[in-house]
């Protein structure tokens, strides 16, 4: 179950906990749950990931469903994106605003029906969205229930992860477009099947009862192991996304950063009607945000990590060399690059693409230039 450990350990554990002996899994804590951060290296799974695919267990998400005939109304006034085009067996993606502006978590938003949606949230933030949700529903006819300990999640990611679910399902995948999804059997058990994930590959990401979850997990790394299907942990995931520019909470996003700040104008609709810190974000649009992501790439040996100071150079910036500009949100030695690759949030306008800034690693300012992101795109 997902209630915890026993003895000398408190941190939560998903229901595959007990195989991550079983395959050779180094744990860690992440965010209050003994998570696997890899089970051979970070590199031969993040290259398995980029090249073949890689089996993940994410099922420390939460999972919320939200029920009525307002719910449609109620998430629309919760989110950003606009739900209104939402119909059953789509997703959407979309952060969710404290009235300043901050971001409270982002999420997805699975149409199960006109009157039944499912949201998946990030793991650390599952009490915090759960009051947050049940908090404004109040005065809609809806009913918001938190259904993660009912559900496990597995992500399979990579080129090869559709030929390798296949074999499990007579669901026809060729069909499930990027955030689409499906309900069916797969090894004859009832799954929700997701074209989505979290890696900048193509993948699925598969939601079953917490006592099928093992089974699955075994029988995808049987049926793919010829085409060099790995599992994976949570330092892959990462190095995976962060090539990927896709935002972690926490990280890129947080309640001191808005979505405008962290570049997901795209998500943002202010056309659709009001939401929780819409206002905040129109008087930010207006103004200009203070701050703007942007993507580094180091021109010499390093690894930038999340915290260190970005520092303007006289290449290509606009604030007095030395001045500090901002903070990387999230770095790594790209695998697929071969370099060292950070995101960063800095005082907006100060640099372009193209632009020298320095990264203090260890006392030493580090040459890095300023690159559009992502880092990395898959080939269509």
Known sequence: MRTGGSGVSSLKRTVLHPLYVEYGAKLVDFGGWEMPVQFDSILKEHEAVRGAAGLFDVSHMGEFEVVGREARSFL?????????????????????????????????????????????????????????????????????RNRSDECALLALQGPRAASILQRLTSVSLAAVRPYRFVM?????????????????????????????????????????????????????????????????????????????????????????????????????QE???????????????????????????????????????????????????????ALALVDAGCVKIGSQVGIDIRGRATVAEVVKIPFYRRAR
Request: hydrophobic fraction near 40%; glycine fraction near 12%; proline fraction near 5%.
């Open 76 to 144: 629309q006034s919760m989110v950003t994106n606009d739900l209104s085009r939402l119909v059953p067996g789509r997703a959407v993606y979309s952060p969710m605003l404290y009235e300043h502006g901050g971001t409270v978590d982002d999420l997805l938003v699975y149409c199960l029906t006109d009157e039944r949606y499912l949201l998946v949230v990030n793991a650390a933030n599952i009490d915090k969205d759960y009051a947050w949700l049940s908090e404004h529903a109040t005065g809609y006819a809806v009913s918001v």
């Open 184 to 284: 069916g059997e797969v090894d004859g058990v009832q799954a929700l099947v997701s074209r989505t994930g979290y890696t900048g590959e193509d993948g699925f990401e598969i939601y079953v009862p917490p006592e099928s979850a093992p089974t699955l997990w075994r029988r995808l790394l049987a049926v793919g192991e010829a085409d060099g299907l790995l599992p994976c942990g949570l330092g892959a995931r990462d190095t995976l996304r962060l090539e990927a520019a896709l935002p972690l909470y926490g990280h890129e996003l947080d309640t001191d950063i808005t979505p405008l700040e962290a570049g997901l104008h795209r998500f943002v609709k202010f056309d659709k009607g009001d939401f929780i810190g819409r206002a905040s974000l129109i008087t930010q």
């Open 287 to 341: 103004t200009g945000p203070a701050r703007e992501l942007v993507g580094l790439r180091l021109l010499h040996r390093g690894v930038p990590r999340a915290g260190q100071a970005i520092v303007a150079l006289s290449h290509g910036c606009t604030a007095r060399e030395g001045t500090c500009i901002g903070r990387v949100t999230s770095g790594t030695h790209s695998p697929t690059l071969h370099q060292g690759i």
